[in-house]
């Protein structure tokens, strides 16, 4: 067994497409609609892991508190990495957002962004 795919509902697919593209190396494999939908995909991929991007015509926001790990929910998207500080330097000098690496008790180094429509990510690299 294995995680086939993961979803996530953009504001702008294409914005949030180009930037998992730009900055952890996803491959754009297909896009799509469904008759009476008013929406769309986009799905990306990086390596056995596929990565959907919906984006619909009625949004609704709604925003759980993210840092509140009782609070039942996807808390974020780890994305392992040669090294975080490497990684941390490149996307800092992009001026993403980002913060500053820590060392882990179960990693070697780990740090967390958001991604455009502020869906957190760690940055984690193994020991």
């Known amino acids: ?12 697919s294409e914005i949030s497409a180009k930037f998992y593209k730009e900055n ?14 008013d929406g769309s995909a986009i ?3 990086l390596n056995d892991l596929q ?11 709604k925003r759980d508190d993210l840092t509140d ?6 808390k974020h998207i780890g994305i392992q990495v040669e090294s975080v500080k490497e990684k941390y330097e490149e996307l800092k000098n992009k001026n993403i957002n980002i913060d500053e690496p820590k060392k882990g008790t179960t990693c070697a180094w780990f740090c967390f962004m ?9 940055l984690y690299e193994s020991l």
């Open 114 to 122: 958001r991604d455009p429509d502020e869906i957190p990510i760690e």
């Open 51 to 61: 990565f959907e991007i919906f984006q619909f015509q009625d949004q609704i926001e």
């Open 1 to 12: 067994m294995r995680i086939h795919h993961i979803v996530i509902s953009a504001k702008d």
């Open 43 to 45: 799905i990306l991929q």
């Open 24 to 37: 952890f190396g996803f491959e754009e494999i297909n896009r799509f609609t469904k008759p009476g939908w």
């Open 69 to 74: 790990l009782k609070v039942i929910g996807l």
